[in-house]
Nanobody
Framework: QVQLVESGGGLVQAGGSLRLSCAAS????????MAWYRQRPGKEREFVARVISGGKTDYLHLVKGRFTISRDIGVNKVYLQMNSLKPEDTAVYYC???????????????WGQGTQVTVSS
């Protein structure tokens, strides 16, 4: 069974940094896109950053220049380095993987359970 497990959330002061990690486990042949989303209090879940298998990255304009997404394809992990954090970055951060190929099937999209990031002012 393929699953995504996030780690690295926590409480940090404004201006600080955190690094989130997401590991995809199971019998995986390849993953096309790995991404981070977040759900801020009282808001819809929103896209934060993604990295495609070829290395291309995209970012939400609110985090561009502060957050960096990276991926270790060999171990099916994705990271989100978050610098210069602001109170408005407080959210549950979710890992997402699209087009996961296994030896027997293709999974369109998979989500992790989420990890809480709280930025105090």
């Amino acid at each position: 069974q393929v699953q995504l497990v996030e780690s690295g959330g926590g409480l940090v002061q404004a201006g600080g940094s955190l690094r989130l990690s997401c590991a995809a486990s199971g019998s995986i042949s390849s993953i096309n896109v790995m991404a981070w989303y977040r759900q801020r209090p009282g808001k819809e879940r929103e896209f934060v950053a993604r990295v495609i298998s070829g290395g291309k990255t995209d970012y939400l304009h609110l985090v561009k220049g502060r957050f960096t997404i990276s991926r270790d394809i060999g171990v099916n992990k994705v990271y989100l380095q978050m610098n210069s954090l602001k109170p408005e970055d407080t959210a549950v951060y979710y890992c997402n993987a699209d087009w996961i190929r296994t030896p027997t099937t293709t999974i369109n999209s998979l989500w992790g359970q989420g990890t809480q990031v709280t930025v105090s002012s």
